[in-house]
């Protein structure tokens, strides 16, 4: 059976910082390229962040780079998501997904890779992140 179990989210205050996994199972992790997203309320669910888990490329978007950091254990199938200096904006679910394989690739494929949220293949069912004032 396929999982993607989200765990680390919480309740945390502004500037601190919180660590997401993403453990998965049931697949081969360097079989798939996996993305971070995120839905704020009332919003509609935004790709985040992506990693290559063969190459280790990553792709960021502007409201995260430099503040979230994406990175992935192979050996222990998970995927982690290193928040920073967290802002209330941050406050969403946070999920992790499975989909195409990236290799090496560049900032136009990550994009894409994150807009093509109806093409992943697996999700998990989220973690709360919660930033306070």
């Known amino acids: 059976e396929v999982q993607l179990v989200e765990s680390g989210g919480g309740l945390v205050q502004a500037g601190g910082s919180l660590r997401l996994s993403c453990a998965t199972s049931?697949?081969?992790?360097?079989?798939?390229?996996i993305g971070w997203f995120r839905q704020a309320p009332g919003k509609e669910r935004e790709g985040i962040s992506c990693i290559s888990t063969t190459t280790g490329t990553t792709y960021y978007v502007d409201s995260v780079k430099g503040r979230f950091t994406i990175s992935s254990d192979n050996t222990q199938n998970t995927v982690y998501l290193q928040m920073n200096s967290l802002k209330r904006e941050d406050t969403a679910v946070y999920y992790c997904a499975a989909g195409p394989p990236l290799g090496i690739f560049d900032a136009f494929a990550g994009s894409s890779f994150l807009g093509s949220r109806n093409t992943m293949d697996y999700w998990g069912k989220g973690t709360l992140v919660t930033v306070s004032s």
């Open positions: 049931g697949f081969t992790l360097a079989d798939y390229g």
